[in-house]
Every structure is written in C-alpha cells, then in structure tokens.
C-alpha cells in the first residue's frame, strides 16, 4: 500500500505514502481510491482529509512510471480525481511542503484545499514539453482567474502557497508552526454538513474581454517559446477554461496533452531529464560506496579556468586557495574573480552579504605548502604534459595523505598524470567549461587506477557544485572535445569545398545550435585549436585537417581577443561581421588546392557537422569511454550549446533514424575526404538491427 487510512473522530485521513515525494504512482492511485471507497461506506465518516507523509503532498505523476504500462493503468489520475470530486462527503487536501502537477490537480479535484505556508505550488509540466493533463488546465483558472493561472501553467514556475492565500484555491493558509494535519481535521469537522459541496468544476471563469488578453498572450507566448510547442498549447487550453463548458474543456486538454507527448520536442525534453538524473549512475560504484569529505579545495594556476574553478567552490562554500607561481598573476587572476562577483552583485544577482561571503572564501597563496591540508586540490596550469608533470610530483610531494588530485586538462592522458604520483588512486580529471563558474558541465574523467571512492567524489561533488557530472574514460578529449574535433574538421573543410564561415554559422544556428563553429572558435580563441593541431601534425600525421584555420591563426586573428577571427567585431557590440580578406583567404586556399568551390546547402551543412558527432559517439559509447548513449547527449546539451529540443546529438540521430544516418553518411563517403565517413561498427549493428543508440 502506498497510502495509509485512518479514522480521527468522524474524519478519515488519507495520506499518501510513496517516498521520496508521493509521487501518483500505480500503487498510490489505487490505495487512495481504495481510502475514499472505504470513507463513503462508513456512516461514522463525515468527511475526507487527503495529505502527503513525509516531505510533501504530491509532487505529481510517479517519474519511475513514465514510459511504463503502469502509467496508463487504471485508476489513472483521472478516475481518481473524478472519484474524490464525485464524493458526496466533504474533500479537504491539506497540503504541506510541495503541491506539484499531477498533486495540485489531485487537490484542485478536492472540495476544500488548506494549507501551511512555504508550500510550493505549481504546474511544471511545461518543462517536459507537455501541460497539466488530469484537469489542471480547466481547474486552476476556476480557482485562480485566468490571468494568473495561465502565468502559473506557462512558466511551470512555483508559487509559494502563502502567497495565493486569499484566492479561491486555499480556503485557509495556516501559520508556519500549526500541524497541517490537525488543523485539516478540524477544518473538516467545521465543514462536515455543508451542502451542497462546493466544487471547482461547478465555477466559472470570469475575465472582461477574455479574448483581447488570450490574443496578447499567444503573441507573447509564441515569440517567447522558441521550437517548443507546448507553451502556446498552454494557452490554448487555458483558453478552452473560459471558452468551453467544463467536460468539453477536460477533453479538448486530454487531446492536446496525448498530441504533446507525441511530439519530439517533449520527447527531448524528457529525455534530457531522465538522462541527468542517469548521469551519476556508475555500474560498478555501489549505492554504499564511501564518499571522502571535500571541507576545503585548493586551485593550481588563476587563469581563465582557475580562477572560475575556485568561484564555483565559493559559490558551494568551500573555502579555496588558489596557488600561482608569480605574485602578478595571481593577483591578476584574484582580481578577475573579484570583478565578477561585482559584476554578479551589480546585476542584483548575489547580495552584498553573500558578495563579502563569498570573495573571502577565495584566498591565493604563492607556496604550495598553503594548500597542503586542502581535501581536492584542481590543477589548471599550461596544457603541457611537462608542467602537468612538475605540478603533479610537487602535489604528490605536499598534499596530505587522501586528498584527491584533479586535473582540469582537456586533452592530455590522465593516466600519464597520475603516474607522475606515488598514489594515483587519488588521481582523477575534472574537466571543467569555460566560463567555469557558468557552464554546467562537468566531465569526470576517471583514469585506469582511479580508487572508486574518489569518483564517488568527484560525482557528489559536481551535484554541490550544481554541476551535470558526466563520467568519461581517458582518451584524446574525452566524450565531448573528442566529438568536436571531428565536427570542427567538417567545419573546415565545408570551407574549402565552397562555404565562408557566416554560411556555415547560420546554417548551425538556424538547426538551434547557440553558436556555430567559427563564432564559436572566435570567442574561444582560435590559437587553442591550433596548438592541438601542431601537436596532432608531429603525433598523428594520418589525421587531416583543413589549414585554413592555421592560415588564419598566421594573419594573427585569434578571435574576440585579438580583435577578430574568422570576423570582425565592434566595441559594446556582439555581433560578427563577415571580413574580406578572411574571405578571400578562404577561396585562394580553394584555388590553391585545385578546389572549385560549389554551392553547398544548408542541410549538407547541418549533415555533416551533425553526423560528424555522431559517428565519433558511437565509437566513444562503443569504446566504453561514455557510459552510454544519454551521458553523451548530456555533454552536448550542457557543455557545447547543441539544441535542446533536439535532445542530444544521439538522442537527435535516434529521431532521424539509424539506418538514415548511415544513408546519408554513405553519401557523404564518396566525397572530398570521404574516409571520414568510415561509419562506427556499432552504427551500422544497431541500424540493421531496428534499434536506436538510446534503445
Ligand atoms: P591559462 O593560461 O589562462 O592559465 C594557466 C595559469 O596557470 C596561468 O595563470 C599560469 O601562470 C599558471 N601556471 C602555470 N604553471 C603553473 C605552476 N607550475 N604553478 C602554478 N601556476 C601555474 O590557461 P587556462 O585556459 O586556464 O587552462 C588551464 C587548463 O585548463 C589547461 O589544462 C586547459 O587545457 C584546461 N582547460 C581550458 C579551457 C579553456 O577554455 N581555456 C576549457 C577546459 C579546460
């Protein structure tokens, strides 16, 4: 059973109890029918109290249902909610802690609805694509008014319950300290012989000139919602509250929610969810897996990353020293850091409390004996295999015994590094993005002697730093600068075939990536990727690259930094604007290569780039390096701006279909650098076996 009965006096209580957070799950639907059917065959019962155990009312639909038969099953929500509102003794929810989705419908079915203050309140469904399914949509408005249930059911944003207090929806909000629970009960008693029952579905929706403000607010919606259809779906629904008779509403909502699901927008967005929580799921790491305590962190080198680092530690309020080895460069790193708290502070964004809080928990220090207490200690020096090595004996030299050792590295083997220690059990990559302390992602790279303790760590770690920790095998840039190499080579080499970098960008943009390729590149510096492939040139002479990003690294255009890359910028103005002799640089490399330059769409583009990615995550989900396919789409989603409603560059190839993928693929084999394509073996298994990378 996962709700309780029990009989107080003349009132019987339901409580739902399903932990974590009384989710409306199969077991939970049925037992609370079962409550109410027992409460109407008892003459001693006048009424109904329905409350949550434990750390909530309901938070709404059971997650570990969703996909599952079980969701569908009866009683659905539905049949419940229709079953307390056809009750013909009196309903109160007394609500506590948390009134989410599916439990606010559960509520708003109710006859009365009291609460404690600090009860958060909301309809998030939209998040996951979709709308308030069970009622919501017809019912809030009924209680609300229309205008601040349609904000409610738009945004999914939670309302705290004190601040409804007043409107049709809580009868009573009590005070902070009163038992929600005993003050439902007498609630209850007080109102055991009102008749006729007051019910949600018997109001009406009142608004002047309805149809002016829903028209304002489809205009608003659609412009504000991007792909994603389920806003305006909202709308719609909504509308139906005022514009439809109550049934015809709750039909008209059932047949918009099922058109929802089906769309690959909330099928993305699903998707993402589930895969985060996925994230820190390791197969051979036990749920009892001890975790060591990380009190106080310590940072090597205050440069772009560093410094970042330590903000987030700050942010977490771990104490943080960060180490340099010039008094200039630290202080130039600390005062970066301090500038960003301003900045942060400026915008209203921190208060000055949290502002002092936080910079004085940022200290620099020059000698390494000032972080030798510290229990993790991040490396982001120079990407050079022979300062990690200095940097690492000199770790392993001071840091006390059990601290973990991290490398910020984004190419380099942590392997290598770790056997620069004498412990590298306690050697592990945390990959941060830049900028640090914005970026989600996290990669964890976990070495081949990485102690399980200490990835245990580092994951419980990326959830304090509200992080999405995304644990990666050791390989040449791990899942994600591994997958965009293959991509950014394609980038290049659409240049050579006949595209100039704005065709390109736009073509990625419109596809709903934050920024393309040579934006891209010009905001993070043009130079790193040039490094690497100086390196590549003398350690992987077989791997080819287009050299017209070198030819424009030797013009000196680095990007944002130097003034401009593959564009040109403005001061005080983010656009980029299109350089001629880049461009003309661009078609003489052509010329010089025997190249006549062709017209090239924009799928060809998005194909490309996209399928690059792809057939590189399959070697990498194949290799073992990710986990599985959704850790990748998380690492895209969080770290690399690849567009949401797609899900993922795996989720993304799922929904086009394998076996049209490896079509396309083909195609593009039997073009210039065609060996490229060469498809990943577990590309072509799972396309001849019907199946997807996500299953
Ligand atoms: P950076 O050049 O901005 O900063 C490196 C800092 O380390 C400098 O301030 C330097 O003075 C200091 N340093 C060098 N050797 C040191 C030593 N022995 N002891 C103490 N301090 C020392 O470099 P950045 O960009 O911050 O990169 C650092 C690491 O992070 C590299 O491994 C890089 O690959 C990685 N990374 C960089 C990203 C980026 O977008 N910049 C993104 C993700 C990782």
Redesign the pocket.
Known sequence: MSADYHVHGTVAVITLNNPPVNGLGLETRTAAVQGMRRALADDAVKAIVITGAGKAFSGGADIREFNSPKALAEPSLHSLIRTVEDSTKPVVAAIHSVAMGGGLELALGCNYRVATPGAQIALPEVKLGLLPGAGGTQRLPRVLGLEPALNMIVSGAPVMSEKLAGTGLFDAVFGADDNVLEKAIAFANSVADVRPLPKVRDRKVDYPNHEAFLQFSRNTVKAMSGPFPAPLECVETVAASITKKFEDGLAFERDRFIALMQTTESKALRHAFFSERMTSKVPDLAADTPVRTINKAAV???????GGIAMNFANAGIPVTI????QE?LDK?LATIRKNYENTLKKGKLTQQKFEQRVALITGALDYAAIADADIVVE????DMG?KE??FKKLDEVMKQGAILAS????LDVDKIAAFTSRPQDVIGT????PANVMKLLEIVRGAKTGKDVLATALALSKKLKKTGVVSGVCDGFIGNRMIEQYSRQAGFLLEEGCLPEQVDKAVEKFGFAMGPFRMGDL?GND?GWYIRKRRYVESPEITYSKTADLLCEMGRFGQKTGGGWYDYKAGDRKAYPNEAVNAMIVQHSADLGIERRKISDQEIVERLVYALVNEGAHILEEGIALRASDIDMVYLTGYGFPLHRGGPMFYADTVGLPNVLGAMERMARGRHGDAWKPAPLLVKLAAEGKGFNG
Request: charged content about 10%.
């Open positions: 090597i080198g205050a440069g772009t990353m560093g180490v340099e080895m010039k460069a790193g982001a020096v120079f990407e300062v200095t940097v910020n590295t984004s190419t990959h941060f993005f830049s993070a790193i």
